[in-house]
């Protein structure tokens, strides 16, 4: 089945510490995408991707890392910078045409102890 | 710049009721998509539909039915007879046509149906 796998599904991290959330896909679709959801709030853009090998910062980019070495996947780092990162965060993907919409993983919910 | 809302923060009502969730937006493109997602407890958002600009069309699927409305900026999603299973948090998206497909989110309307 095709589909957007994260994982872990919870983690926890401690203060100062960097961890690093997986994103894989294998729809063969070219873009990807990084959302964060706090309570309360929409879906908030940390980083995109259309290509291997580029990516473009969102609207809250700070404190965050990602790479794309492959298509499949796009990994993101939460770096110790990041004051707040308890949340739950989301991947996706998209085609590249205009006419389709994102497909959601099922996210990871991230804890500092 | 680009804006969704979603006043209605929670919503409670019981089976079998109508049920609407508002949502209003904000763009200065004149072409755009409107999306609605659903978000269950299991996390992951499902897509319910995608509404280019141009088409002002209503549409209905099933016991879903959605209101644009251009002149108002509004694209309001009623569902009709609710079940519980309909329980969940309803997201209403907002991206440009053209360039990185970016979405706009609202804050989310959180939909309870009580048996």
């Known amino acids: 089945d095709g589909g957007i796998t994260q994982s872990p599904k919870y983690l926890f991290r401690k203060e100062g510490q960097n961890v690093t959330l997986s994103c894989e896909q294998n729809l063969n679709h070219d873009a990807m995408y990084w959302y964060r959801q706090d309570p309360g709030q929409g879906l908030r853009l940390i980083y995109y991707?259309?290509?291997?090998?580029?990516?473009q910062k969102g609207d809250i980019a700070e404190g965050y890392s990602v790479s794309r070495e492959k298509k499949e996947s796009f990994p993101l780092t939460v770096t110790s910078a990041q004051k707040n990162p308890t949340a739950f965060y989301l991947c996706?993907?998209?085609?590249?045409?205009?006419?389709?919409?994102?497909?959601f993983g099922q996210g990871t919910r991230l804890t500092v102890v | 710049a680009q804006k969704v809302t979603q006043a209605q923060t929670e919503i409670s009502v019981v089976e079998k009721e109508d049920v609407t969730l508002d949502c209003v937006y904000e763009?200065?493109?004149?072409?755009?998509?409107l999306f609605w997602y659903k978000q269950p407890p299991s996390g992951e958002l499902v897509f319910l539909i995608r509404?280019?600009?141009?088409?002002?069309q209503n549409e209905i699927s099933g016991r879903y039915s959605w209101n644009f409305q251009k002149s108002t900026s509004s694209f309001n999603f009623t569902i009709t007879a609710s079940q519980v299973v309909d329980s969940a948090v309803y997201f209403c998206a907002l991206r440009k046509i053209q360039g990185a497909q970016k979405l706009v989110f609202g804050q989310g309307t959180r939909l309870t149906i009580n048996p």
């Open positions: 991707s259309q290509i291997v090998n580029d990516f």
């Open positions: 996706a993907s998209t085609a590249l045409r205009s006419d389709t919409e994102a497909f």
């Open positions: 763009t200065r493109d004149t072409t755009y998509y």
């Open positions: 509404r280019n600009s141009f088409d002002e």
